[in-house]
């Protein structure tokens, strides 16, 4: 169909073995809490996540002061009010709308979609036979393939091709040739402290990263388990081949 064509990029985290860059999460994380927050949602993970094994390693006091620069809604109280406190770890990240109508209002009526499972809701597969192999070789990193793509997928519109109003061309957008998105990230925007480029293409590969993990958290133990059920089934397929040569081995 219309769907742009998704460029594979070089993800630690791709195949059998892949991993996370702890160090490309943290940075991630950085661009998502400086750039993207202000507009997008992250309602299903929670500050002591961040600090769980297999994601980007803060540590424990880290996330608790992290945790603590956010003030989250709470009650009712006694008295039936609701209050506000400080964040603790346990809390989820605080949507930066009350809701989608009060989201709308805010962006020309387009609405900012909640980021918790977006590396997942747009791994996009081909249609019967195609996802067999899409799951089984590039569907996990379908998703950030293309968050990256659609973030510096932002272009001069060609020529004969109408932009409207509060829209912005965008060649790496599933829906379209426009959103109501406008470029979130430019060179030198966020500064990292690790001496990473500060490029727009960077800022893109952190935090499609970043989510890539916030809706896949698990990734690293479920290859490891993954792994080891392999190499029983391959012990244990031999072990049976073998049992089986020996109890056949006097019929003629
Ligand atoms: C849509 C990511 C920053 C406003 C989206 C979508 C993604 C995304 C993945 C959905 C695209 C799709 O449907 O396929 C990000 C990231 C950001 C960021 C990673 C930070 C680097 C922002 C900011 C704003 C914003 C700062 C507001 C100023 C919107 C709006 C839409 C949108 C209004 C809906 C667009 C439409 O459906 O036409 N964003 N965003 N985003 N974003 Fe962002």
Redesign the pocket.
């Known amino acids: 169909g219309d769907a742009p064509h998704v460029e594979k990029q070089p993800w630690s985290f791709a195949g059998p073995f892949g991993q996370f860059d702890k160090a490309q999460l943290q940075r991630g994380f950085q661009?998502?809490q400086e750039?993207?927050s202000?507009?997008?949602g992250l309602s299903l993970v929670a500050f002591r996540n961040l600090a769980e094994e297999g994601g980007p390693g803060f540590s424990v006091d880290e996330v608790k002061a992290l945790a603590a620069e956010y003030s989250i809604e709470d009650g009712p109280d006694d008295e039936g009010e609701m209050f506000e406190r400080d964040g603790k770890p346990f809390d989820k990240f605080p949507s930066p709308f009350a809701n989608e109508q009060a989201a709308r209002a805010s962006?020309n009526g387009?609405?900012?979609?909640d980021?918790s499972l977006?590396a997942k809701a747009?791994a996009v597969t081909r249609g019967f036979p195609w996802f067999v192999l899409d799951i089984a070789t590039q569907y996990q990193e379908n998703g950030p393939d293309y968050?990256y793509g659609?973030?510096t997928g932002y272009h001069e519109a060609p020529e004969g091709v109408e932009v409207p109003e509060g829209q912005y061309y965008n060649t790496g957008?599933?829906?379209g040739k426009t959103?109501?998105?406008?470029p979130?990230?430019s060179d030198e925007l966020v500064e990292y402290s690790d001496g990473s480029p500060m490029t727009t293409d960077q800022?893109a590969r952190d935090?499609s990263a970043f989510?890539m993990w916030a809706a896949e958290p698990h990734l690293e133990a479920r290859k490891r388990i993954g792994f080891g059920v392999m190499a029983f089934l391959i012990l244990f397929a031999s072990l049976l081949y073998f049992t089986k040569r020996k109890i056949w081995s006097n019929v003629d």
């Open positions: 661009v998502y750039v993207c202000s507009c997008h962006n387009a609405y900012p979609p980021l977006m747009r968050l659609l973030l957008f599933i829906a959103l109501a998105m406008a979130p990230l800022y935090v989510l």
